[in-house]
């Protein structure tokens, strides 16, 4: 540990950044970031992304922690600030989805990463060191996550400004490190948790008496996260009912992207093709939302975000609508499965 600490501590600048997930590795960078920063004058901001879209479980694990991490920091006397940043609020996932028509993200079209969590981060970045050009950022990366990162982080300074402490950790190094290692805020019993309720895969090993699996939280409408996480985190919260409400939501707006009767003839550069969602199709999904929002009692969209939508209805009701005669169609598609419209056909 003290080697990575120093390591830190020679590339620091007199502002830095770092990003904060919850996450396990960002948490291990976290730690030792803190402990570099500790007894000098540098100034540290701690970076969390909230995409208003986290599964609740999840959110709640967040901000109880960020509540730690901050009367920690108040009690320490060290230079250090936890951000919250958003998205732009014509760039929310509902915005985007029930306003402009967007469709579900796939592996092909991945648009929610960057307006979600990327942009916010780097907007606030960049209002920061629009001044000064000696800042670093830290991150959570490490090669063995994937292929792919493997390729693009090579070396720890893999760009200028930027550092990757735990690049050649492997998941149990951060495991070890989490199970071993004082936590300055409290302890890592709630992280524990998070992965064992969301993931039936064990990483670290059951010789240790500990077996978590190697979760990625993200989205609960995301069409790239299991269907098992949402039933897994109903089952060891108690909370069956509400994460099946989000489940079959998640379903229908998945399945329906691909139905032709809810899309568009003209995409929105004026070309033939499929195009964003119908209104009338935005409308529904709206009016189920706020069904899904009634039966969990948790707040899935903001008053702002429906004026907004509201709005891009208005924008796009003469073009990306459907004509009264096609109506029958549309519905047909949508309620193919019976009242709840949940059931595919």
């Given at each position: 540990?003290?080697d990575l600490v120093?390591?830190?501590?020679?590339?620091?600048?007199?502002?830095n950044?770092?990003?904060?997930?919850?996450?396990k590795?960002?948490?291990v960078?976290?730690?030792?970031?803190l402990?570099a920063?500790?007894?000098t004058?540098?100034?540290l901001?701690?970076?969390?992304?909230?995409?208003?879209?986290?599964?609740?479980?999840?959110?709640?694990?967040v901000?109880?922690?960020?509540?730690?991490?901050?009367?920690?920091i108040g009690?320490?006397?060290?230079?250090?600030?936890l951000?919250?940043?958003?998205?732009?609020?014509?760039?929310?996932?509902w915005?985007?989805?029930?306003?402009m028509?967007?469709?579900?993200?796939?592996?092909?079209?991945?648009w929610?990463t960057?307006r979600?969590?990327?942009?916010?981060?780097?907007?606030?970045?960049?209002?920061?060191i629009?001044?000064?050009k000696?800042?670093?950022?830290f991150?959570?990366?490490?090669?063995?996550?994937?292929e792919?990162?493997?390729?693009?982080?090579q070396?720890k300074?893999?760009?200028?400004?930027?550092?990757?402490?735990?690049?050649?950790?492997?998941?149990?190094?951060?495991?070890e490190?989490?199970?071993?290692?004082s936590?300055?805020?409290?302890?890592h019993?709630?992280?524990?948790?998070?992965?064992?309720?969301?993931?039936?895969?064990?990483?670290?090993?059951?010789?240790q008496?500990?077996?978590?699996g190697?979760?990625?939280?993200?989205?609960?409408?995301?069409p790239l996260?299991?269907?098992s996480?949402?039933d897994?985190?109903?089952?060891?919260?108690?909370e069956?009912?509400r994460?099946?409400?989000?489940?079959?939501?998640?379903?229908?707006?998945?399945?329906?992207?691909?139905?032709?009767?809810c899309?568009?003839?003209?995409?929105?550069?004026?070309s033939e093709?499929?195009?964003?969602?119908?209104?009338?199709?935005?409308?529904?999904?709206?009016?189920?939302l706020?069904?899904?929002?009634?039966?969990?009692s948790?707040?899935?969209i903001?008053?702002e975000?429906?004026d907004?939508i509201?709005?891009?209805?208005?924008?796009?009701?003469?073009?990306?609508?459907?004509p009264?005669?096609t109506q029958?169609?549309?519905?047909?598609?949508?309620?193919?499965g019976?009242?709840?419209?949940?059931?595919?056909?």
């Open positions: 540990m003290n120093d390591q830190i501590r020679r590339q620091m600048g007199a502002i950044f770092v990003s904060y997930s919850g996450g590795d960002s948490t960078v976290l730690q030792h970031v402990a920063i500790q007894g004058d540098a100034k901001y701690i970076v969390t992304s909230d995409t208003r879209m986290e599964i609740p479980y999840f959110q709640g694990y901000d109880a922690v960020k509540g730690r991490i901050k009367a920690y009690q320490s006397g060290m230079n250090a600030e951000v919250t940043v958003y998205p732009k609020l014509e760039h929310t996932f915005v985007s989805v029930l306003g028509g967007y469709p579900a993200a796939h592996m092909g079209f991945r929610c960057g979600l969590k990327i942009d916010p981060i780097t907007r606030f970045t960049n209002s920061v629009k001044k000064s000696d800042y670093m950022v991150v959570g990366v490490r090669s063995a996550e994937s792919l990162r493997a390729r693009i982080y070396k300074d893999y760009k200028a400004n930027h550092y990757a402490p735990i690049l050649d950790w492997s998941a149990h190094d951060v495991w490190y989490l199970l071993t290692e936590c300055p805020w409290g302890d019993t709630d992280l524990l948790n998070v992965y064992k309720y969301s993931s039936d895969e064990c990483v670290y090993g059951e010789a008496g500990v077996c978590v190697n979760a990625r939280y993200g989205c609960w409408a995301c996260q299991k269907n996480q949402l897994m985190l109903g089952f060891h919260t108690g069956v009912e994460y099946r409400q989000l489940k079959h939501f998640k379903n229908h707006l998945v399945g329906m992207a691909n139905r032709t009767a899309r568009s003839r003209i995409r929105r550069n004026g093709g499929a195009g964003p969602f119908l209104v009338g199709y935005r409308r529904y999904l709206l009016q189920r706020k069904r899904v929002e009634k039966a969990t948790w707040r899935l903001t008053p975000e429906i907004c509201k709005r891009h209805w208005r924008i796009d009701a003469n073009i990306h609508n459907v009264d005669q029958p169609l549309l519905w047909g598609a949508i309620k193919s019976g009242e709840n419209g949940y059931r595919l056909s």
